[in-house]
C-alpha cells in the first residue's frame, strides 16, 4: 500500500484575523484529500524545536471565527540561516511530512523558499493585515483590520464633532498605505497620507483644512499609515498653525485582533484549500494569490521580484471628494 501523504502547516510574521480560518481549510482539505495533517506550533520556530501535533477534522472546530492564530506565529532569527533551514527540512522528512503551507507575509515566503530549496515542497499563503504583498491583490486579515479602523475612527469622529476638533489618527502599514486609505474614505478624512505618495503638511494638510473650513466644516479626521508617523508632531503643528485643538490617536495593535470578517473567513478558506491542492499535486515552491478577484498561484520566485502597484486612482477619488 501506498504510504499516506502527510503536509504541515503553520503561520508566521504577524498575526492577522483569518489565518485560523486558512489553518483549518488546509487541515480539513488535507484531510479529504487523504493525507496526514501536521500542525506546527509558534512558525518555523516549531519545525527547529519539533514543536508539531497531527491535527484531526476536531482540531480546526470552532476556530473559523476566532481571531489570531491557534498555532501561534513568531518571527525567526534562526530560520534565516542555511543551517537551520537543512535542519528543519531534515525534521520534516524525520516525519515523512513532503510539504509545508506557510500562512504569513513576504518575509515568511523567502523563508518557504528556503525550505523548498532544502527539498520540503512549500506553499505561501498571503495573511498580514497590511494588504502589502506585492503579488496578490489581497491578502488575509486586510478587510477585518479595515473594519476595526473604521469603527475606531468613527467613534474617534464622535468626539472630534461634539469638540469642533481634528484628530489625527495613525493606522497600521509600515510600507503600505492600503489600511489608511480605504479606512480614510471610508470615514470622510480630510486628508490621508501614506508612504507610497510624496507629501507636504502645508499643501495636504493645512490648506485642505482651511478650505473645507471656508464652507463651514469644524471638525476634522486626518488618517496616517504608520509607515508615514509623526501623528504627536502634526496635531501640535495643526494646533499652533491653525488655532484649533487637535488631538493624535494611534490605534495599534487594536486591529490585528478580532473576529475576522466574511471576506476573510471565505479568502481564507478559498486560499488555504489551493495550497493543499498544489501539494496534492506534488507541486511547490508556489504562492497562492488573488489576481483579478480569482484565486491563483504563482512561482515564489516571481511573486517575490514584484512590486507593489498603489491605487493611485482611489487615492485620487478620496482626494477630489473629502472637500
Ligand atoms: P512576514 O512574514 O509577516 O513578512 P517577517 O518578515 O518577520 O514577517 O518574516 C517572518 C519569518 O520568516 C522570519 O522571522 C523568518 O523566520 C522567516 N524569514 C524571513 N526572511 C527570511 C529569509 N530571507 N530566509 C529565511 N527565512 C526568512
Ligand atoms: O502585521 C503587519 C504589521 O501590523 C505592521 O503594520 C506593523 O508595523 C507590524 O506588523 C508590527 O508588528 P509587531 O508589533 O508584531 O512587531
Not at 530549496?117 to 494588504?131: K, M, R
Not at 474614505?185 to 508612504?195: C, E, F, N, W
Not at 501623528?231 to 494646533?239: G, M, N, P, T, W
Amino acid at each position: 500500500m501506498a504510504e499516506q501523504k502527510s503536509i504541515a502547516v503553520l503561520t508566521s510574521g504577524g498575526d492577522a484575523p483569518g489565518m485560523n480560518a486558512a489553518v483549518r481549510a488546509v487541515v480539513r482539505a488535507g484531510i479529504n484529500k487523504g493525507m496526514r495533517v501536521f500542525g506546527v506550533y509558534r512558525g518555523y520556530n516549531g519545525l527547529l524545536n519539533g514543536e508539531i501535533e497531527e491535527m484531526n477534522l476536531r482540531s480546526v472546530s470552532d476556530i473559523i471565527g476566532n481571531g489570531g492564530t491557534m498555532l501561534y506565529t513568531a518571527r525567526s532569527e534562526e530560520f534565516k540561516q542555511k543551517e537551520a533551514q537543512e535542519r528543519a527540512a531534515d525534521f520534516c522528512r524525520s516525519q515523512g511530512i513532503r510539504g509545508v503551507v506557510v500562512i504569513g507575509g513576504d518575509g515568511s515566503f523567502r523563508g518557504a523558499r528556503a525550505l523548498t530549496a532544502a527539498g520540503i515542497n512549500c506553499i505561501g499563503v498571503p495573511g498580514t493585515i497590511d494588504n502589502d504583498i506585492a503579488c496578490s491583490e489581497y491578502t488575509v486579515g486586510f478587510d477585518t483590520a479595515m473594519n476595526t479602523a473604521l469603527e475606531m475612527v468613527d467613534r474617534i469622529r464622535d468626539t472630534a464633532q461634539s469638540h469642533d476638533r481634528c484628530s489625527i489618527v495613525e493606522v497600521m502599514g509600515r510600507r503600505c498605505g492600503d489600511i489608511a486609505l480605504q479606512t480614510g474614505i471610508a470615514t470622510g478624512a480630510t486628508a490621508i497620507l501614506v508612504p507610497e505618495v510624496e507629501y507636504n503638511i502645508e499643501r495636504d494638510v493645512i490648506a485642505r483644512i482651511i478650505n473645507t473650513q471656508k464652507t463651514g466644516k469644524k471638525h476634522f479626521i486626518i488618517v496616517v499609515a504608520e509607515g508615514v508617523g509623526g501623528v504627536r508632531d502634526l496635531a501640535k503643528y495643526i494646533e499652533r498653525r491653525l488655532g484649533i485643538e487637535a488631538r493624535a490617536t494611534i490605534l495599534g495593535h487594536v486591529q490585528r485582533g478580532g473576529s475576522p470578517t466574511v471576506r476573510d473567513r471565505v479568502v481564507a478558506s478559498q486560499m488555504g484549500y489551493e495550497a493543499v491542492s498544489l501539494l496534492d499535486h506534488g507541486i511547490g515552491n508556489r504562492v497562492v494569490v488573488m489576481r483579478d478577484g480569482k484565486i491563483t498561484n504563482l512561482d515564489i520566485n516571481e511573486a517575490l521580484d514584484m512590486e507593489r502597484v498603489f491605487d493611485k486612482k482611489l487615492y485620487k477619488i478620496a482626494m477630489s471628494i473629502s472637500i
